[in-house]
């Protein structure tokens, strides 16, 4: 009987769903929201970057973050998801798992994945389900059609 434990997520919120068998309906394991995930940039930094003069005839030099707030916003989110599927497959509560995301997430999720649970992603779907029900989720994805 394999377990098969899906992430459906978005920029700024998530839902761990779980099959305990590739017949069963799928139930809702926890739910993840990320209010910085839907700010804009303004929102999140307070101020403008910062900046110092040079020597003489230098002029000004602005410092500014190579990773705007926002995309460190959804980048700590989704190591956040990864790490959380990481626990659970150390706790042997699934054997298998998909990944439901836009493209955009969908990239920064893979790019968090490694080692062994990388190995057990039998599936990415580019799709934005995170507001779908679980029956609607789990027709979409292959694995469990």
């Not at 700590?76 to 990944?99: I, M, S, T």
């Not at 649970?117 to 580019?126: I, P, Q, R």
């Not at 934005?128 to 609607?136: H, I, M, S």
């Amino acid at each position: 009987m394999t377990k098969t434990m899906i992430l459906v997520a978005d920029s700024s919120r998530a839902r761990l769903f779980m099959a305990d068998t590739p017949k069963a309906a799928l139930r809702e394991v926890e739910d993840f929201t990320s209010p910085a995930g839907r700010l804009q940039e303004q929102e999140l930094v307070s101020d403008r970057p910062g900046n110092a003069r040079g020597a003489a005839g230098q002029g000004l030099r602005v410092y500014d973050q190579p990773t705007s707030a926002q995309e460190e916003a959804r980048n700590q989110f989704a190591r956040h998801l990864v790490e959380r599927l990481d626990q659970e497959r150390k706790q042997g509560v699934f054997d298998q798992f998909v990944l439901v995301a836009p493209a955009a997430m969908l990239g920064r999720l893979r790019a968090e994945l490694k080692g062994p649970l990388a190995k057990v992603l039998v599936e990415t779907l580019d799709k934005n389900l995170v507001q779908q029900r679980p029956e609607e989720v789990r027709s979409q994805v292959h694995v469990l059609l």
